[in-house]
T-cell receptor
Framework: SQTIHQWPATLVQPVGSPLSLECTVEGTSNPNLYWYRQAAGRGLQLLFYSVGIGQISSEVPQNLSASRPQDRQFILSSKKLLLSDSGFYLC???????????????FGEGSRLTVL | GQSLEQPSEVTAVEGAIVQINCTYQ??????LSWYQQHDGGAPTFLSYNALDGLEETGRFSSFLSRSDSYGYLLLQELQMKDSASYFC??????????FGAGTRLFVKA
């Protein structure tokens, strides 16, 4: 069966510090990978998605970046965090098979980031 | 731009039926999905509609009208554990999925 892991689960970082969140998927190959951010009590904002190694689509201009160094690994980074980067970051994967596919997203447990 | 509109909050009593509406404006449309999220947890997939009509999965049903850019999630025989946030989501094209702001459902005894 497929599983998705992301870490760390919780982190508190000072403004201006770097960030690295990591996500890995097991049990499937060539998944679509996504990073979403959720502010407290709000919806999910799509930040980045990737359909293959080294292929990253950015949805929101910001000081965050994403990389996909391996097929099932997705990393979210920042060189200098802002207060507004605080939130709940969710990694997700979906199958690339579109035919008769619901496009169901399978989410990791999330990483809660507080920037002080 | 692309937008999905849904009510921010809904309150209902245990055993009742509740409907959560979603209207969308997107550049393309491959299908409408619904996700459930409990406090502090990750969203989980509930249902998907690509064509007009009603899809039923146990106590949950989802409806889509493509001509009206409208859908809803129907929850029957409400239970306390159904208290959660519910998100509608649209695939406007390819592999991208965008979400509404979510509807917070409170189920009262």
């Amino acid at each position: 069966s497929q599983t998705i892991h992301q870490w760390p689960a919780t982190l508190v970082q000072p403004v201006g510090s770097p960030l690295s969140l990591e996500c890995t998927v097991e049990g499937t190959s060539n998944p679509n990978l996504y990073w979403y951010r959720q502010a407290a009590g709000r919806g999910l904002q799509l930040l980045f998605y990737s359909v293959g190694i080294g292929q990253i689509s950015s949805e929101v201009p910001q000081n965050l970046s994403a990389s996909r160094p391996q097929d099932r690994q997705f990393i979210l980074s920042s060189k200098k965090l802002l207060l507004s980067d605080s939130g709940f970051y969710l990694c997700a994967w979906s199958s690339q098979v579109l035919r008769a596919n619901t496009g169901e997203l399978f989410f990791g447990e999330g990483s809660r980031l507080t920037v002080l | 731009g692309q937008s999905l509109e849904q009510p921010s909050e809904v309150t209902a009593v245990e055993g009742a039926i509740v409907q959560i509406n979603c209207t969308y404006q997107t550049s393309g449309f491959y299908g409408l999905s619904w996700y459930q999220q409990h406090d502090g947890g990750a969203p989980t997939f509930l249902s998907y509609n690509a064509l007009d009509g009603l899809e039923e999965t146990g106590r949950f049903s989802s409806f889509l009208s493509r001509s009206d850019s409208y859908g809803y999630l129907l929850l029957q025989e409400l239970q306390m554990k159904d208290s959660a946030s519910y998100f509608c989501a649209v695939r406007p094209g390819g592999f991208k999925t965008i979400f509404g702001a979510g509807t917070r459902l409170f189920v009262k005894a």
